[in-house]
């Protein structure tokens, strides 16, 4: 049994706060009670009754709408990942002097078996269940989780041959603790701006991933986003393009070519696997296959690719198959929050579309998705609060077939009236749900069960 560190926070006998009581954090409590701490959680908003159940039936105490005195009655607050670095309570804590901990720092000293880190602005979450579903089809005991919906401390102590952990930006800016045997950077774009404060520092958190490798630990990064990410130790890092020839000298290279991905490496050129042996949609998931069957070669797992790839389903809302209607393919993408992820879809899926656009924008420049409507689409349709900020960008570069709904079932019969057979209409939003929907995933659903229902009537 392999463990990630060496040590470990000693919170045995300490007052301890963690902020906030989603996933992470309630996860985080229950890690440190058992850990022998004195754990008090602090809310801003509700908590689920099962969660304050759960807190009661383990001694710990907690606070919700709001963050009193009593959050900073402790010798260190345990931050849960979402916790900006500009919020009241972070801030009132440094004033203080009160220490901070983030999520994997508590976390990587008593994760076993061998860690696979991955993270990068689109595509991660593909990535992580690719890797562990290809771990266990070799007969591994994996721990597949973290910013994918299971928190990484679930895993803690348990006999397992690897962990595959997707992590989030916010929580690699406060992360100095992890092993990782493989850290994978599956692409850079901007994104979450807002909670970093700038492009360059949510560069510089994605990179961490990179520094937090164990000896001899390997990196699967772009080739075009290696000077970005400043990739240390380069004679172990892997890098992804589409030429064969890569822009940095590296360890190795992963090269997509024409009709299959190649991994170079050590003067060989070895066959990774054929795009025909995955029914991953675009171009963009051909990538996330290559740098997962890299990631498990660098572990030592010598397999048909066709064998581990078998019986993995994409995952649900990026770019799903959501039906077709009289010759028309409707594509699910409602995970693309970002401009960068819907830019992707677009250019990933082949044939001409018509894009479902909007939401609640992330302060993103909308130029480069405007281009990219320009290019791949015959038409957008626009909704939710970003609507008129896109119609902006899309009349700036010349693009004028725009319609304007007002929920997704009206966009949804928009689009149908305007595909012709061939064509696909792609759920795509560039903005994130949460002007008309819980999250992604409730959009996503919606618009699959109007494209069902209309599929039925036709």
Request: net charge negative.
């Amino acid at each position: 049994m392999e463990r990630s560190v060496s040590s470990s926070l000693n919170l045995k006998g300490k007052r301890i706060t963690v902020v906030g009581a989603g996933v992470s954090g309630r996860e985080l409590a229950l890690l440190a009670g058992r850990l022998g701490a004195r754990v008090f959680v602090s809310e801003r908003g509700p908590i689920p009754a099962e969660t304050m159940a759960l807190f009661q039936e383990n001694g710990i105490e907690w606070e919700m709408e709001g963050h009193t005195e009593k959050a900073f009655m402790a010798e260190a607050l345990l931050l849960s990942s979402g916790i900006p670095p500009r919020s009241g309570v972070v801030q009132e804590a440094i004033r203080r002097g009160i220490p901070q901990v983030g999520e994997l720092d508590l976390v990587a000293p008593h994760l076993c078996g061998k860690i696979v880190a991955v993270t990068g602005s689109n595509g991660k979450s593909t990535v992580t269940s690719l890797v562990g579903h290809m771990l266990r089809r070799a007969g591994w005991e994996v721990g597949v989780g973290g910013n994918l919906g299971t928190a990484a401390s679930t895993f803690t102590d348990r006999n397992l041959d690897a962990v595959v952990l997707e992590l989030s930006s916010f929580q690699l800016a406060r992360a100095s603790v992890l092993s990782a045997a493989v850290s994978v950077v599956t692409n850079l774009a901007p994104d979450h701006i807002d909670w970093h404060g700038s492009y360059e520092a949510y560069v510089e958190a994605k990179a961490e991933v990179l520094k937090l490798r164990a000896p001899g630990g390997w990196g699967i990064v772009q080739d075009r986003d290696v000077e970005a990410l400043n990739a240390p130790n380069a004679e172990r890092i892997l890098t992804l393009g589409w030429s064969r020839e890569p822009l940095h000298r590296t360890a190795g290279h992963i090269f997509m070519d024409d009709d299959r991905a190649w991994l170079i490496l050590d003067g060989e050129e070895l066959p990774l696997f054929l795009y025909s042996e995955t029914s991953l949609l675009g171009g963009h998931n051909r990538e996330n296959v290559a740098m997962s069957l890299a990631a498990i070669r660098l572990l030592g797992v010598d397999r048909p690719a066709r064998d581990l790839i078998e019986g993995f389903a994409p995952l649900p809302h990026r770019c799903e198959h959501a039906g077709v209607i009289d010759g028309v393919v409707y594509v699910d993408d409602s995970k693309g929050t970002n401009v960068a992820a819907s830019v992707t879809a677009m250019t990933s899926l082949e044939g001409r579309k018509i894009v479902i656009l909007g939401g609640r924008g992330k302060g993103e420049d909308y130029a480069p998705l405007a281009e990219a409507v320009l290019r791949e689409a015959d038409a957008a349709v626009l909704l939710g609060e970003e609507r008129e900020a896109i119609a902006r960008a899309l009349g700036r570069a010349g693009f004028s077939a725009v319609h304007e709904a007002g929920d997704m079932e009206e966009a949804v019969r928009i689009a149908r009236k305007l595909a012709t057979p061939g064509m696909t209409v792609l759920l795509s939003p560039a903005c994130t749900s949460w002007d008309m929907y819980a999250n992604y995933g409730q959009r996503g659903d919606h618009f699959c069960g109007i494209v069902q229902t209309l599929a039925a009537e036709s």
